[in-house]
């Protein structure tokens, strides 16, 4: 007798690797890999100061379907040097958008696990991720949506955080983070009285999931399950965004009264209580069920500047 | 060099661009014609109220000044470091700028960057780096990290850094590593007006980058791979 | 680092024409695995990337006992090493075997 409740057990996204993602959030045995590892297109930043490659550079991109639609997909793997963005991992990325312009996916899908620069390579790195914004932007300019997830041990930080912002909606889970300088950078560059990096429960109140949705930074906040991940991602494919004058007008002033609203704010708990939530200490508790439900007021506050 | 004198130099016609609280923004005279010009000094941190400020005024020139190409001066020690500005969601009010300036490039408004001073990491990613065409002055200083930080950061012992950073332009701080790498498009010596009025006068052709770096030898890969991701053929059956 | 090569003879047939195959990420502690097919007429090739020097011999004993349970026959098997014990290298490359020979020609 077949043993169904294994079967539709859930994926965690947080605990698979880059390759694990695809392979749960495509449809099945749809992908197809390019530049895979079997080509050794490796990183030669990183012989000369003693660290190993990987075949695929930390970076898995290629072709596949989505509820029967054409997309594309990049997945970063984050157990690869924090899936640090070097010159063939960046260069990867951003020919996959520039497929996308010629081939004119449903849409482009961005597994981000990133700190940002790969060190061993900075220039070149950062260089990368400025285009990789561009080729991004030209993408979306063209109609075709792109959907960051994230979601993973080591969030998505540095020029990496920018490209999320850069995308159509972004989804995530809980235990994801998302922010420009790690809190780890922060403490050790303006002293742990300004950030206290070790402490978890204040971390993920200033770049976790949970308070990246409360903020608008994030469109979706799903269970830690690839299936939850697939149909927030089939659901906002269908939902580009452009980027005009009107949009961008919109935008800085959204900015501009979070800034004004939440600027004093030194902790997320001050950011939700100023938002009318009446127990906010509670919200890191909720089940993500029970959190959506407790802030759908103010999420909604969010899309109706 | 300090930002007065700068804005002199490249405007011999004249210009109103203001200088405040390290901010720049304001109109200068050239050949061609005018130009907005918008940017940082005093190394200033790009915070999310500096980015909401840069943006604020990249949106005035696209609603108000059809066609005018958009000069950056770049001088900044990097992104804010601080828990405040990461709880705001700093990284989407530097998305937001790198958006904004998109915008205004698909409007028809060239942009170029001159990096005067320093130029840092996020910082620079905010706004210099989306330039069509990126110039430094020559004793400019562009980096992600200088090596000492990234020797703690990295453990690799600063020794190996260094002496791996003669031979390789790809991590070390510097304006000649970012050329070789096709970061940086041609580096300025004075009279800064003239290389000015040339690059107000440049065809732009899209994001060159990558085939400057290959053609310099400073990244040998990024071109070849991105192309060959391009032209890869989907499997048949 | 430090880069290892071992090969070995055979004369079966077997593995031709199975895609590749990758395992396990470059990690600290823990390795990639690439397992290839190539017409290496029986034999076999092993390419060790490591982090750590001075440990020739384990890999030796570690790919040997490897070698004795899988006929490796054409077989390419490719393996950049974060710095990983030996168990974790011997549990990879089983698993990646697994993979491989559960791949459809």
Not at chain 1, 136 to 157: D, K, M, S, W
Not at chain 2, 2 to 31: C, D, M, Q, T, W
Not at chain 2, 63 to 78: N, Y
Not at chain 3, 72 to 98: E, F, H, K, Y
């Amino acid at each position: 007798m077949t043993d169904y409740s294994q079967q539709h057990r859930g994926h965690s996204y947080y605990e698979a690797n880059a390759r694990q993602r695809i392979a749960h959030l495509l449809d099945p045995e749809s992908f197809a890999e390019l530049l895979g590892p079997a080509d050794r297109l490796t990183s030669p930043h990183l012989e000369p100061l003693g660290q190993p490659c990987a075949f695929d550079d930390g970076i898995v991109i290629g072709r596949g379907r989505l509820d029967g639609r054409p997309v594309l997909v990049a997945s970063q793997e984050g157990g690869f040097m924090g899936g640090a963005v070097g010159e063939v991992h960046g260069a990867k990325l951003t020919g996959l958008l520039e497929l996308a312009q010629s081939e004119k996916p449903a849409g482009v899908i961005l597994m981000l696990e990133s700190g940002g620069v790969r060190l061993h390579e900075a220039n070149a790195g950062l260089i990368a991720i400025s285009e990789i914004i561009r080729a991004l932007l030209t993408v979306r300019e063209a109609g075709i949506p792109v959907l960051g997830l994230i979601g993973g041990a080591y969030g998505c930080f540095g020029g990496m955080g920018i490209v999320a912002r850069c995308c159509d909606s972004l989804i995530i889970n809980e235990e994801g983070r998302l922010g420009l300088s790690g809190p780890d950078v922060i403490e050790t560059t303006m002293g742990v009285e300004e950030f206290d990096a070790s402490d978890r429960a204040l971390v993920w109140r200033t770049v976790g999931g949970k308070h990246r949705y409360m903020l608008g930074e994030v469109q979706c906040l799903v269970e830690d399950d690839i299936a939850a991940f697939r149909a927030a991602v089939i659901k906002n494919i269908s939902m580009p965004i452009p980027l005009t004058l009107e949009a961008l007008e919109q935008e800085q002033l959204h900015l501009t009264r979070r800034l004004q609203d939440f600027g004093q704010c030194q902790d997320g708990i001050d950011v939700w209580q100023s938002m009318g939530i009446e127990a906010p200490a509670m919200l890191p508790l909720l089940n993500i069920r029970d959190f959506l439900e407790s802030v759908a007021a103010q999420a909604k506050a969010n899309y109706e500047d | 060099m300090k930002i007065e004198p700068l804005l002199n130099e490249l405007f011999p016609a004249g210009h109103s661009v203001s200088v405040r609280a390290g901010l720049l923004s304001g109109y200068g005279s050239a050949g061609p014609g005018q130009v907005a010009v918008l940017g940082t000094t005093d190394h200033l941190a790009v915070s999310a109220e500096v980015a909401l400020e840069l943006a604020c005024f990249v949106l005035n020139v696209v609603r108000e000044k059809p066609g005018v190409a958009i000069l950056m001066l770049v001088d900044t020690q990097g992104q804010k470091l601080s828990k405040a500005d990461e709880l705001l969601g700093l990284n989407g009010y530097l998305a937001h700028l790198v958006k904004c300036l998109d915008l205004a490039s698909r409007r028809g408004h060239r942009l170029i960057t001159l990096v005067y001073d320093e130029a840092v990491s996020g910082g620079f990613l905010s706004f210099g780096l989306m330039a069509d065409d990126i110039h430094a002055l020559a004793d400019a200083q562009i980096r992600v990290m200088n090596l000492p930080a990234m020797a703690r950061i990295t453990k690799l012992p600063l020794e190996t850094l260094q002496e791996l950073s003669v031979k390789s332009p790809s991590f070390a701080p510097g304006v000649d590593n970012f050329y070789k790498l096709g970061g940086v498009l041609s580096i300025w010596r004075p009279p800064l007006a003239d290389h000015l009025e040339a690059a107000l006068k440049r065809q732009t052709c899209g994001d060159h980058r990558r085939d400057d770096g290959m053609e310099r030898m400073g990244r040998k890969l990024a071109a070849r791979v991105s192309r060959l991701v391009v032209d890869a053929k989907p499997k048949t059956g | 680092m430090e880069h290892l090569q071992f090969q070995f003879h055979g004369s079966s047939d077997r593995h031709k024409d199975k895609p590749a195959v990758l395992v396990g990420v470059v990690s600290s502690g823990n390795l990639e695995v690439l397992i290839e097919m190539a017409d290496l007429k029986g034999g076999s090739q092993i390419h060790v990337s490591t982090k750590a020097s001075g440990f020739a011999e384990i890999w030796e004993a570690v790919i040997n006992d490897f070698a004795a349970r899988h006929d490796l026959a054409n077989l390419v098997i490719s393996i950049n090493d974060g710095g990983s014990t030996p168990a974790v290298v011997s549990l990879r490359l089983d698993q990646a075997m697994q993979e491989f020979l559960g791949m459809p020609s």
